[in-house]
């Protein structure tokens, strides 16, 4: 099986990128830094860039792509956290901008070169549904996409479509709080959690691989969040 990973140079998508090659599937891992193309090479993945925020370079760059299988959408800014009050709107719109809308033009970009039987697998986040003050406009971003799923599901058949559901995940996506102030905030996160630990980019990784490849699930939106939702249970 062949998978384009579209931000599969760091985090999420690079952890997917190596358990798929470990499992013996092509991988192309995309990303827009040719500088974090290293780490995907050193395991075997092919890598390609592309700045998904413009929809005529999707096109072009699926356009040029041999057929695929499995398309994995890991794209994101880290921008539109606030409270509501102070929140910059326009970084809110970098927000949408860097992770609704990359998501979205890779994902009608591919179509054609998907194959019949494949599989596109968003990448959403539990800032959705978490209700956690602070994150209103991470919470639209990804809401979002992930109402858009089980509809995408039923229209794009035989194509299977799926979103996986982070919670917090030690990632580079956290490099804008610096270490101490990021370690404190992990610890004080994974307290609120039911496993009591931040997720490792693996975790988020075997999840995709199973949306990926097991071909009875559609339409599904699955949390790996580490059980944010029993927090008050
Ligand atoms: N880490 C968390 O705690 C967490 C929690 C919930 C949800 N998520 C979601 O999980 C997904 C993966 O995040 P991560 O934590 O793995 O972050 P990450 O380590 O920063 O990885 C993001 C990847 O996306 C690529 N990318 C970003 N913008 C792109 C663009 N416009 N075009 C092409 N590639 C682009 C990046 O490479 P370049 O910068 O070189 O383009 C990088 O490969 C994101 O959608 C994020 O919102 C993460």
């Avoid at 996986?164 to 101490?180: F, I, L, N, R």
């Amino acid at each position: 099986m062949k998978y384009v990973i579209v931000g599969g140079t760091s985090g999420i998508g690079l952890a997917t990128a190596r358990m798929a090659r470990d499992a013996g599937h092509e991988v192309v891992a995309v990303g827009r830094d040719a500088a974090k193309f290293a780490a995907a090479h050193a395991f075997g993945a092919s890598t390609a860039q592309l700045d998904a925020t413009s929809l005529p370079a999707c096109q072009r760059f699926f356009g040029q792509q041999e057929h695929f299988d499995h398309l994995v959408l890991c794209a994101s800014a880290s921008a539109g956290v606030g409270r509501f009050r102070e929140l910059n709107l326009a970084e809110l719109r970098r927000g949408f901008d860097g992770k609704f809308w990359p998501q979205l033009h890779c994902a009608q970009a591919a179509l054609p070169a998907l194959r019949p039987g494949g599989s596109i697998t968003f990448v959403g986040a539990i800032s959705s549904r978490a209700l956690k003050p602070g994150t209103a406009g991470l919470a639209a971003i990804n809401a979002a996409l992930e109402a858009m799923v089980p509809i995408l599901a039923s229209e794009l058949r035989p194509t299977r479509v799926n979103a996986v559901v982070p919670g917090v995940v030690d990632t580079p996506w956290w490099s804008h709080v610096p270490p101490a102030a990021r370690q404190q905030l992990f610890e004080q996160l994974a307290s609120e959690v039911a496993v009591g630990r931040v997720g490792q980019p693996d975790d988020l990784a075997s999840a995709i691989l199973f949306l990926s490849t097991n071909t009875f699930v559609t339409g599904t939106i699955l949390d790996c969040d580490g059980g944010w939702k029993l927090k008050n249970a």
